[in-house]
Each structure stands twice: as structure tokens, then as C-alpha cells.
């Protein structure tokens, strides 16, 4: 079956360092890979989707500067949350689609907490 | 943009009663799925529903296009159907995702 897995699960990183996660695809090739932030109280925001041989487009209020974004191979993607502070708290989610598809199958996020 | 509203935004179950979620959008639609979100906050994709009807054991997913609405029938609730059912959808064939705020529903025995 698909699955999507995210690295790591959860993660504290100090107020002004970076932090990089992972989203690894199993099973299927993600042709799109869509990164989400939910912050404390709210629902699933867009951060940026990622398609292969294509440019990645970024949402409004994210910023490639803040959150670059890889995505080298049809298996894998990453995201760093640069110079951190408390409003980057929040689980990040990453869901991926494959080709020919229209659903996302999405990881089990990555939970940042700032301090 | 696309809006998603999910209604209600709370509920709470005797186990063994049905539910009853509701999804309304403010656009045409390409793709939606519900979603279940599980207290450590991971989702689940319980329906991959753009148009019609699906059933998956207790689950019941409706989207009526003209209508701009998608309901999500839960019967027989358990506790362990606790938790936030999110639906979220996408319109303009870009594969962008909007997401409801989520109904939290709690199922008490």
C-alpha cells in the first residue's frame, strides 16, 4: 500500500536555530508533495506543494526564504523551518500524491515545539 | 479562494447514536477527501469522495456537487470514534488542498 513517513515525529529546537524534516514516500512515486503547518487551535494551512520538474509555488504568508523545500526524487522531500521562533510551533504535515491520482496520502506529521 | 466550512464544530455522542457531518464549499470542486484526525495528530483518509456516495463499514461519505455540500454519516458511534474529522478539498485542478477547521467529536459510553 501507499504510505507517507514523516521524520521525525516530534522535535524542540531553540527560539532562532532551524530545524529540517523529512517526508519519505513507500509504495508509490509522489509526483506531488503538498507541506501543511497546523498551528495550536487551527486547521491545516498550505505552507507550499512541490511538484516534480516543476518550480515550487508557496502559498501566501510562506516563504521559500523561511521554509526551503526539497524534493530531489520521486520518493523523498524536505523542509526546513529556518531561524524558528514560537509562532513556527505546530505540527507540519507533509501529504503526497501520485501521478494520475487526485487524493493525498499524508505522513504522520512532525510536531515542532519552540523554546 | 476556496472557502470550507465544516458544521458542527463540537459534538457530543451516547455511543450508539449516529452523527451526522457536514462540509459546505463555496466553489466547484475537483477533489475532497475526510479525513480522521487522531489525538496525536495524524490523518487518516477515510473517504476519497468527489462526487456520490461511499460507504466503508459504519462511514457514510455524500457529496452533492450542486449542492456544494459533503456529509460524513457515522452510525452506531464508539468511543473510539472520538476525535476530529476534517474534510478538505481543492477546485481549480492545482491539487492545493483547503481544509475545514474540523468537527471534534466526542463519543462518551
Same mark, same amino acid.
Given at each position: 500500500?501507499?504510505?507517507v513517513y514523516?521524520?521525525?515525529?516530534r +522535535?524542540?529546537?531553540?527560539?532562532? +536555530?532551524?530545524?529540517?524534516?523529512?517526508?519519505?514516500? *513507500?509504495?508509490?512515486?509522489? +509526483?506531488?508533495?503538498?507541506?501543511?503547518?497546523q498551528?495550536?487551535?487551527?486547521?491545516?494551512?498550505?505552507?507550499?506543494?512541490?511538484? *516534480?520538474?516543476?518550480?515550487?509555488?508557496?502559498?501566501?504568508?510562506? +516563504?521559500?526564504?523561511?521554509?526551503?523545500?526539497s524534493?530531489?526524487?520521486?520518493?523523498?522531500?524536505?523542509?526546513? *523551518?529556518?531561524?524558528?521562533?514560537?509562532e513556527?510551533?505546530?505540527?507540519?504535515?507533509?501529504?503526497?500524491?501520485r501521478?494520475?491520482?487526485?487524493?493525498y496520502?499524508?505522513?504522520?506529521g512532525?510536531?515542532?515545539? *519552540?523554546? | 479562494?476556496? /472557502?470550507?466550512?465544516?458544521?458542527?464544530?463540537?459534538?457530543v455522542?451516547?455511543? $450508539?447514536?449516529?452523527?451526522?457531518?457536514?462540509?459546505?464549499?463555496?466553489t466547484?470542486?475537483n477533489?475532497? /477527501?475526510?479525513f480522521?484526525?487522531?489525538?496525536? $495528530?495524524?490523518?487518516?483518509?477515510?473517504?476519497?469522495?468527489?462526487?456520490g456516495?461511499?460507504?466503508? $463499514?459504519?462511514?457514510?461519505?455524500?457529496?452533492?456537487?450542486?449542492?456544494?455540500?459533503?456529509?460524513?454519516h457515522?452510525?452506531?458511534?464508539?468511543?473510539?470514534?472520538?476525535?476530529t474529522?476534517?474534510?478538505?478539498?481543492?477546485?481549480?485542478?492545482n491539487?492545493?488542498?483547503?481544509?475545514?477547521?474540523?468537527?471534534?467529536?466526542?463519543?462518551i459510553?
Amino acid at each position: 500500500g501507499a504510505l507517507v513517513y514523516q521524520y521525525p515525529r516530534r +522535535t524542540i529546537c531553540k527560539s532562532g +536555530t532551524s530545524m529540517r524534516m523529512e517526508c519519505q514516500a *513507500v509504495g508509490f512515486q509522489a +509526483t506531488s508533495v503538498a507541506w501543511y503547518r497546523q498551528s495550536p487551535q487551527k486547521t491545516f494551512e498550505l505552507i507550499a506543494l512541490s511538484t *516534480v520538474n516543476s518550480a515550487i509555488k508557496y502559498e501566501q504568508n510562506f +516563504t521559500q526564504e523561511k521554509f526551503p523545500i526539497s524534493h530531489p526524487n520521486l520518493s523523498f522531500s524536505s523542509m526546513t *523551518v529556518l531561524n524558528a521562533y514560537l509562532e513556527d510551533r505546530g505540527l507540519y504535515l507533509c501529504g503526497a500524491r501520485r501521478r494520475g491520482n487526485s487524493d493525498y496520502t499524508f505522513g504522520s506529521g512532525t510536531r515542532l515545539l *519552540v523554546i | 479562494g476556496q /472557502q470550507v466550512q465544516q458544521s458542527p464544530a463540537s459534538l457530543v455522542l451516547q455511543e $450508539g447514536e449516529n452523527a451526522e457531518l457536514q462540509c459546505n464549499f463555496s466553489t466547484s470542486l475537483n477533489s475532497m /477527501q475526510w479525513f480522521y484526525q487522531r489525538p496525536g $495528530g495524524s490523518l487518516v483518509s477515510l473517504f476519497y469522495n468527489p462526487s456520490g456516495t461511499k460507504h466503508s $463499514g459504519r462511514l457514510t461519505s455524500t457529496t452533492v456537487i450542486k449542492e456544494r455540500r459533503s456529509s460524513l454519516h457515522i452510525s452506531s458511534s464508539q468511543t473510539t470514534d472520538s476525535g476530529t474529522y476534517l474534510c478538505a478539498l481543492e477546485s481549480g485542478g492545482n491539487y492545493k488542498y483547503v481544509f475545514g477547521a474540523g468537527t471534534r467529536l466526542k463519543v462518551i459510553a
